[in-house]
């Protein structure tokens, strides 16, 4: 798998681990924490290893309450730790809401910027190789002050952004495609200091840009972006117009009658 010295062809998921054990043997703030983490490997193999090498102190099974992991982890975080929180599936996320729009952002703002809030929540969002649990959320955070809210699009941004996320000091949302979770590998520099910074978008050539695509899953309009070369979508046949409706016509009222008073029709007269 080695390329160079400073290369590896790695997938996304596992440039994301590569990431977090870099920055765990570097760093002894830096402990992992979620469900089934531990020696099962994580949902879609997404700790694997991690267990093996760090063991139960830094790797933490937490139980099913995304609420309760997500507190404990702001919690380790205002003390000086640099946790890791994994949500399994984004589907998941709105069971730690409290935690992650009215305390995780808002701490370091509401201390006169003395608390920090270094935390990282890892899950995995959109269609995956399964088909289960699509839903992606990651556009409703976009818009919550304090919070950073990241997606790589291919395995060389995905451990970069992984690395500027745990060194940050304020809380960062990370969410992975799970269309890319173990698509084609691709070289990957392993140098602990290539770390790609959260708050600059990435200009590429054109060029680049057509040969390399980067899917953005967005299960909840069934779209999928690809580049702007990308044919447009057929839009919907437009329907029908219905005529319009002629008003009906009123009887006129008689003079000196109200609106209610009724208007007599006349009878007719059989001839004699």
Excluded at 21 to 32: G, I, K, L, N, S
Excluded at 154 to 172: E, F, K, Q, T, Y
Excluded at 244 to 268: E, F, L, Q, T, V
Aim: hydrophobic fraction near 40%; aromatic fraction near 6%.
């Amino acid at each position: 798998m080695s390329l160079t010295t400073t290369g590896r062809a790695l997938s996304q998921t596992e440039a994301v681990v590569d990431a977090i054990a870099t920055e765990m043997r570097r760093d002894e703030r830096v402990f992992y924490i979620g469900q089934d983490v531990g020696p099962m490997g994580g949902s879609m193999l997404g700790t694997r290893g991690l267990f093996q090498e760090f063991g139960p102190r830094r790797i933490r099974e937490s139980p099913i309450s995304e609420a309760a992991t997500v507190g404990a982890a702001i919690g380790a975080a205002l003390f000086g730790q640099r946790p890791i929180v994994e949500i399994s599936f984004g589907e998941f996320i709105p069971a730690a809401m409290n935690q992650l729009i009215n305390q995780a952002p808002n701490l370091r703002y509401m201390t006169g910027g003395v608390a920090r809030v270094p935390v990282v929540i890892r899950t995995r969002v959109g269609d995956g190789p399964y088909g289960g649990h699509p839903q992606d959320y990651s556009a409703w955070f976009a818009h919550v002050p304090g919070l950073k809210v990241v997606m790589p699009g291919r395995p060389s941004d995905a451990r970069g952004l992984m690395l500027a996320a745990i060194r940050d000091d304020n809380p960062v949302l990370f969410f992975e495609p799970m269309a890319l979770a173990h698509a084609p590998r691709s070289t990957v520099s392993v140098d602990t200091a290539a770390s790609v910074p959260i708050e600059r978008s990435a200009r590429r050539p054109r060029t680049a840009r057509l040969r390399e695509i980067a899917w953005v899953d967005v299960m909840s309009f069934r779209a999928i972006i690809l580049t702007r070369s990308a044919p447009r979508c057929p839009q919907p046949a437009e329907r029908p117009k219905r005529p319009k409706k002629r008003p009906r016509r009123r009887a006129p009222s008689s003079a000196g009658m109200g609106s209610s008073a009724r208007i007599s029709r006349p009878s007719r007269i059989a001839a004699g």
